[in-house]
């Protein structure tokens, strides 16, 4: 977007240090670094020259709004306002001028009442009619992310239907919410909870310990710091739908006794009430009708236990053959009335048949034995349960009742047989963690995962790389809902999932420009050591496909030297698209380092089903996913 008066008074005030309300050729010259812009000497002088219009080898405040406007200048606008007005007596367009261009240049989707609008808001800082659209309103409009952005803002709403069952979504998952930092000895708080609530995550991990006092959260077994589950509680009440009205899970691991079990019950009922959790149901509700709701996962009694996170992989035949003969013999001990021993986060420990005899522990497993207390049992809405394969029916397994799978198992189960795992996610709900050995809270690609038809695929939140940055544009869709409905070929078994002899699509993205990219943390660093805020980036562009594998590629800009504040590629890239509903587009600024590691600017992601034609600007968020308010790239989007 323009420069605002705020803008452009900030520019001015950090330029013209000793307040004389004047600025000399050596001050804005120290300016442009802070801009994150090197020019020859030559070239500042000659537009310092060009707009000090009284010769006094001064600019005053008018006339360095002249200068930071010819910086700003973009070509390629330039290029398309000029045909918009082409042949016209005036260098406006009125309303039906833009929709016109708009439709020859963009896409299809502008009425008139729209046109209208943009022509009002643009006006207004230039002080015309607002039925003339001049040439500074029109770059504001090709600079604003919002009403210009390449994501498509009626997606920005939720579009989609959220009256089907529940395993016909994406949901929005956080894994070890809690944690600020690293699995060993990170921070624990309440604020990790809020970040992923205010990013649109559905369902967040609760960790369940005893303490003297009452129940609390970490990651047991560590230096992790720890938190009350109350606090939790109090903290999802309050936060838990500003982002989304959509219900809220809450995916507890239970290691507390009996008592503390119960502690946690009446917590539940006490803090969030009926106003916020919905009574436990038979069959679970569409998304829907359970707006504002929060919904319980876990162990309940009498209910085939679930994976135990961060379990070893089952690697041979033999030991699936064990875990079935263990079911076998958990079913028997129960229907001869004896006490099932539960393990609070793996399956239920078998018995020997023979008396005397040891039972012969899985050495890749220890577990613990405790009970489910019935209490809190009658509040889960999510059972969790053993996965029993991909042939799995309604008569044996409830729709409402949840497996877990590490990253490493699911991927095997996808390697050995997709289809019949994308055909079991159609009616029943999955939930994915990352392996235990990610002790650094790295990430894993959540891609396959989704390719499958997998409803909570549970990430780090609080680690901003490449999957958090996928998985924070993928559920940009359907307003930030938390809630994406899948492709109607992995809901049923009607509807024939894509062969894989589809028609493909060509993808064609031009990276034309950058405006007011940020410096990169290496940059910061250097400027703040040498206390010079002139050290400038050399920024280049990658930007690539991911979801199906087919259509996963990734291209890359030149670098463009010492130019931050807008740098200009005008390179075009083709993608071969088979799999549209499953990919996301991502961008990813970096600054060019010939010493070290390449430093990260910024990134941006979305999904295909958002993409919008045309020329578009692209907001530019941090690794965290905290948007930069005035950075952006421009970009040309062509689908053929």
């Known amino acids: 977007m323009a420069l605002n008066e705020e803008q452009i008074k900030s520019a001015w005030l950090a330029a013209d240090k000793d307040g004389d309300k004047a600025l000399s050729l050596k001050e804005i010259t120290r300016l442009l670094g802070k801009l994150n812009l090197k020019m020859k000497d030559s070239e500042v002088k000659a537009m310092f020259q060009k707009v000090d219009v009284d010769g006094s080898k001064e600019l005053n405040y ?57 022509l009002a808001k643009e006006t207004t800082h230039i002080g015309s009619n607002a039925d003339q659209l001049h040439a500074t309103g029109f770059e504001a409009f090709m600079a604003d992310t919002a009403a210009n952005g390449i994501f498509n803002p009626k997606h ?50 609760l960790d369940c310990w005893d303490s003297e006092k009452e129940p609390i959260i970490y990651h047991g077994h560590t230096l992790t710091s720890k938190i009350t589950f109350r606090e939790v509680l109090e903290t999802v009440r309050d936060y838990g739908f500003k982002t989304s009205e959509y219900p809220v899970i809450l995916s507890l691991e239970v290691h507390c006794g009996l008592e503390g079990q119960a502690h946690m019950a009446k917590l539940v009922n006490e803090i969030l009430g009926s106003a916020g959790l919905l009574p436990p149901v038979g069959a679970l509700p569409p998304p829907h009708e359970l707006k504002k709701k929060v919904l319980l996962k876990g162990k309940m009694v009498e209910i085939p236990e679930e994976e135990e996170e961060d379990e070893p992989e089952v690697k041979d035949k033999k030991e699936d053959k064990k875990k079935e003969e263990k079911k076998k013999e958990e079913k028997k001990t129960k229907k001869s009335g004896k006490e099932e021993k539960q393990d609070p986060t793996g399956d239920a420990e078998a018995k020997s048949k023979e008396p005397g005899k040891p039972v012969k522990e899985d050495p890749k497993k220890k577990k613990k034995s405790v009970k489910v207390d019935k209490e809190l049992s009658a509040l889960i809405h999510l059972g969790a349960v053993g996965f029993k394969g991909v042939n799995t029916e309604l008569k044996d397994q409830k729709n409402w009742e949840m497996c877990s799978f590490s990253e490493g198992k699911v991927n095997a189960l996808i390697t050995k047989d997709a289809p019949g795992y994308m ?37 780090n939140y ?39 002899k589809e028609p493909v699509k060509t993808l064609t993205i031009k990276i034309l420009s950058g405006h007011e990219l940020p410096k990169s943390q290496s940059a910061n660093s250097k400027a703040e050591q040498t206390k010079d805020k002139g050290e400038v980036i050399d920024p280049f562009i990658k930007v690539s496909l991911h979801g199906h594998p087919a259509d996963q590629k990734q291209f890359q800009t030149k670098a463009i030297k010492n130019n931050g504040f807008n740098p200009s590629w005008e390179e075009e890239f083709k993608f071969t698209v088979a799999r549209p509903e499953l990919d996301i587009l991502l961008f990813v600024v970096m600054d060019k380092d010939l010493i070290s590691k390449d430093d990260l600017i910024a990134q941006y992601a979305l999904p295909l089903s958002a993409l919008r034609e045309g020329f578009r600007s692209v907001p530019l968020k941090d690794a965290s996913g905290k948007v930069f308010p005035n950075a952006s790239l421009f970009v040309e989007v062509r689908w053929k």
């Open 62 to 118: 008018d006339e360095f709004k002249t200068f930071l406007g010819l910086l700003r200048v973009r070509p390629v606008v330039k290029a398309l306002f000029s045909a918009a007005v082409k042949g016209k007596s005036s260098e406006t367009l009125t309303a039906e001028d833009f929709q016109k261009w708009y439709h020859q240049f963009q896409d299809k989707d502008l009425s008139l009442d729209e046109a209208k609008a943009v």
């Open 156 to 205: 920005a709403t939720v579009y989609q239907d959220v009256k089907q069952p529940f395993a016909h979504y994406w949901i929005a998952s956080s894994h070890n919410t809690y944690l600020l930092g690293d699995q060993l000895a990170g921070e624990s708080s309440t604020l990790a909870y809020i970040n992923a609530l205010e990013k649109g995550c559905r369902c967040v991990e």
């Open 423 to 459: 055909h079991w996610t159609s009616t029943f709900l999955a939930r994915i963690y990352p392996k235990g050995s990610r002790f650094d809270s790295s990430n894993y690609n959540p891609c396959p995962s989704w390719n499958v038809g997998a409803q909570i695929v549970a990430l």
């Open 462 to 500: 609080q680690t901003g790389s490449e999957p958090m940055w996928l998985n924070d544009g993928k559920f940009q869709e359907n307003g930030r809902s938390g809630y994406i409905l899948k492709p109607e070929y992995m809901r049923t078994a009607k509807v024939a999932a894509p062969s894989g």
